[in-house]
């Protein structure tokens, strides 16, 4: 968080008395920047590159969550087109825009912290201002609704042309679910920050519901992976993995994978998990 808190205090604070954008005072872009620093490997970083020029030829499909501030509607930035008969109240970004972004500025558009990460101003394929974009998790905290809406598009189509497929939709969730927390004071003020807070951590939690009531298709699987954060270990926010989060999760590595050897198990049956359990078997 250095790079972007120091612009935030200096450089950026100059954009504040500005009525007009000036990129270079942007201090998301040098949260970017230090993304692309951090995934330099063998003097080339891969989100240096351009998210189209990248996956446009890839055959999995990505699906980037943002939120457009002038409408509330999820902004998807993705290497496929956005039909919204598929993908509801949706805008195609790159429909928009018509022009490429590094990778690391479509995780920036994607994943911007209330207060800590300005609005992203955006501009149409006519240079007009097309509107701003601010974090996913405005509308869906976990990105299981684009998921669950491009698998409900898949399995009907896969129906209709007689396609003999099974679909296991994973999840991997790091966040700390808080169900309760007491507000003893300027409730008028407190109350309605906490409950966007709240609805915020919980998003997601309503499609993992509806996924363990067993709302897919015959045979379909969703299955859920979630790091254990006990109120006794703090975990640090942070853009990064920090060493002490990066240690957490190294000691929940045996446990949380046997938790899920037997959904693996069943999603891949000749993982290298399965094999590991069979030679101790023998």
């Keep these: 968080m250095a790079p972007i ?31 692309e620093e951090a995934a330099n490997i063998n003097e080339g970083s891969f989100l240096s590159n351009g998210f189209a020029e990248t996956y446009d030829s890839d055959e999995c499909i990505y699906l980037f969550n943002s939120t457009k501030v002038e409408n509330g509607f999820r902004t998807l930035i993705s290497n496929v087109r956005i039909d919204r008969d598929v993908f509801s109240m949706s805008e ?22 209330p207060f800590i990460t300005p609005p ?35 399995r009907k189509l896969s129906n209709e042309k007689g396609y003999l497929v099974d679909f296991n939709l994973i999840f991997i969730k790091n966040t700390k679910v808080e169900y309760t927390s007491e507000i ?3 409730h008028e003020v407190l109350s309605p920050l906490n409950t966007f807070n709240k609805v915020w951590v919980n998003s997601g939690h309503y499609d993992e519901y509806n996924a363990s009531l067993k709302n897919l ?29 990066t240690d957490e999760m ?20 000749n993982s290298s998990l399965h094999r590991m359990a069979l030679a101790e078997n023998k």
């Design 217 to 245: 298709f015959e045979n379909d699987r969703a299955v859920f992976v979630n790091l254990d954060r006990p109120d006794d270990k703090i975990i640090p926010l942070g853009w990064y993995l920090s060493k002490q989060a």
């Design 92 to 113: 195609d970004f790159f429909q928009a825009t018509n022009r490429d972004i590094p990778i690391s500025t479509a995780k920036g558009l994607s994943s911007r912290f």
């Design 184 to 186: 003893t004071g300027l």
């Design 5 to 35: 808190t120091s612009w935030l205090v200096v450089p950026d604070l100059v954009q504040k008395f500005l009525s007009f954008p000036v990129n270079k005072l942007d201090r998301t872009r040098v949260l970017e920047l230090s993304w």
């Design 250 to 269: 190294q000691a929940q590595l045996g446990t949380q994978t046997q938790n899920f050897k037997s959904d693996l198990d069943t999603l891949i049956p």
């Design 120 to 154: 992203g101003l955006v501009y149409d394929r006519e240079g007009e201002v097309w509107g701003h974009l601010v974090d996913g998790g405005y509308i869906e905290n976990m990105g299981a609704t684009t998921m669950f809406e491009l698998y409900n598009y898949l």
